[in-house]
């Protein structure tokens, strides 16, 4: 009997990390996907956020479908991969998104935005060191591109765990951009301030 519970506490021990890591993973993109679109997050008021209903995408996918065809007739069409990496990384699929933003970059599609969705999406993978690469491509090329300097500084906080290096890039950010504000609406200075009270 001691023994059957033993083994219930730690199979509730791991269901509950589990949902843990989902309930942080659902709003990490919540978070990331509202800056990307500029839009403020949307989450849940309640302890645990209810399941979202399942997304769609048709016509996502059927423009996906379109666009597949194209490249693989013109293949040196970069306007082309560059919608559908926006396409994939809108359908949350991000090694896809990657593979057509690097084509679209090999093609000469380098704006600030292709490099920030794909650091974005290199993130979604796990590909940190990749993430910030292509996060600095974006601000050489557009120096004042808030969602690069903002997504930069996520993951090397989140990711990275490096609080100074995070702290710095958002406080460039400020400087370049006093009003600044994160995706909930909260001004990014204050984020700072209270970041940098933290023990």
């Known amino acids: 009997m001691a023994e059957k519970n033993?083994?219930?506490g730690w199979l509730e021990l791991a269901l509950t990390a589990l949902a843990a890591g989902a309930i942080g993973f659902y709003l990490g993109t919540v978070f990331l996907d509202a800056y990307r679109s500029g839009?403020?997050?949307?989450?849940?008021?309640?302890?645990?956020?209810?399941?979202?209903?399942?997304e769609d995408h048709?016509?996502?996918?059927?423009r996906i479908r379109v666009l597949q065809a194209e490249t693989t007739a013109h293949p040196d069409n970069a306007a082309a991969w560059v919608e559908l990496g926006n396409l994939f990384f809108d359908t949350h699929q991000p090694a896809q998104a990657v593979g057509a933003y690097q084509t679209a970059l090999k093609l000469g599609a380098g704006s600030a935005d292709v490099w920030t969705d794909l650091g974005i999406m290199q993130r979604e993978l796990g590909r940190f060191q990749e993430a910030l690469a292509a996060f600095d491509?974006?601000?050489?090329?557009?120096?004042?591109?808030?969602?690069?300097?903002?997504?930069?500084?996520?993951?090397?906080?989140?990711?990275l765990n490096d609080r100074a290096g995070a702290l710095a890039a958002w406080e460039e950010l400020v400087r370049i951009r006093p009003d600044a504000r994160t995706p909930d609406g909260q001004l990014l200075s204050e984020v700072?301030?209270?970041?940098?009270?933290?023990p």
């Open 6 to 8: 033993k083994r219930f």
């Open 39 to 54: 839009k403020p997050a949307q989450t849940q008021t309640t302890a645990v956020p209810q399941a979202a209903p399942a």
């Open 58 to 62: 048709a016509a996502e996918k059927a």
């Open 137 to 159: 491509k974006a601000i050489a090329l557009d120096p004042r591109h808030d969602n690069a300097r903002f997504n930069k500084g996520v993951v090397l906080l989140h990711d």
């Open 192 to 198: 700072i301030k209270q970041a940098r009270a933290m």
